[in-house]
C-alpha cells in the first residue's frame, strides 16, 4: 500500500466511523439552551476530549486493552449502554435540565465519548498503528488522527448558525429526534456486542 493510499485509507475510515456530520443533530440537541460561549467550550472540550482518548489508544491501545483483559465486545456494550442512558433523557426532556448548567459534563459524555471517541474508533486507531510499518506510517497516522479532529471541531463549532434558524421549539423536536437515532445507535452497539461473544463462544 502506498504512503497516499494508505493515508487516504486512515482519514476516510476514521472519517467515516466518527461521522462529524452524524453528531452535529446531537450536539444541537445536548447544547441548543446554551448560549453561544458556551456551545463553543462545549466543542472544544469535546473535541480535546476525543483528540486524547484516540491518541493514548494509538500509543498503549493494546497494552491497556490486554492489560484490563477486555475486548472489543466489552467496549461495546458499554458504550452502548451509555448512549441509551443518554437518548432517554432526550427523549423525556431531562437532558434539558440535566445538561443547561454543566457544559463540561455534556462535553465529555456523550460528545466526546464515547460519539467521538467510542469502541469502532478505539479499534480501528489501534489496528492503523500495529499495521504501521514505518515511522513515516506513524506520522500519517497522527496527521490523521489530528485532520479529522480539527474537522469535528470546525463541524460542531459552525452548527451553532442552525441554533437561530430553528428556535426553541425546532431544538426541542431535534432533540427528540436525536433521542431516537441515539437509542438506535446504542442499541446496535449492544448488539455488535452480544453477536461478539456469541462469535467467541462458537469458536471456543
Excluded: C
Amino acid at each position: 500500500m502506498g504512503e497516499l493510499e494508505y493515508i487516504i485509507t486512515v482519514v476516510v475510515t476514521l472519517f467515516v466511523i466518527m461521522d462529524p456530520p452524524g453528531i452535529v443533530p446531537i450536539y444541537l440537541a445536548l447544547t441548543g439552551t446554551m448560549d453561544r460561549r458556551e456551545r463553543g467550550r462545549a466543542a472544544v472540550q469535546a473535541t480535546a476530549l476525543s483528540l486524547g482518548v484516540i491518541t493514548l489508544f494509538a500509543l498503549l491501545g493494546q497494552q491497556i486493552i490486554n492489560y484490563l483483559g477486555i475486548d472489543l465486545a466489552a467496549l461495546q456494550g458499554a458504550g452502548g449502554l451509555l448512549l441509551l442512558l443518554v437518548s432517554l433523557q432526550l427523549l423525556t426532556g431531562e437532558a434539558d435540565e440535566s445538561h443547561h448548567h454543566s457544559t463540561s459534563n455534556i462535553a465529555l459524555v456523550p460528545l466526546g465519548t464515547p460519539l467521538l471517541a467510542g469502541p469502532g474508533a478505539i479499534v480501528a486507531v489501534i489496528l492503523f498503528v500495529q499495521q504501521a510499518t514505518s515511522t513515516v506510517d506513524y506520522l500519517w497516522v497522527a496527521l490523521a488522527i489530528v485532520f479529522i479532529h480539527v474537522v469535528i471541531y470546525l463541524v460542531m463549532r459552525f452548527s451553532g448558525v442552525l441554533v437561530k434558524v430553528l428556535r426553541r421549539g425546532g431544538i426541542e423536536v431535534l432533540t427528540r429526534i436525536s433521542g431516537v437515532l441515539l437509542a438506535a445507535i446504542a442499541v446496535q452497539l449492544i448488539a455488535d456486542a452480544v453477536m461478539g461473544y456469541v462469535e467467541v463462544f462458537q469458536n471456543a
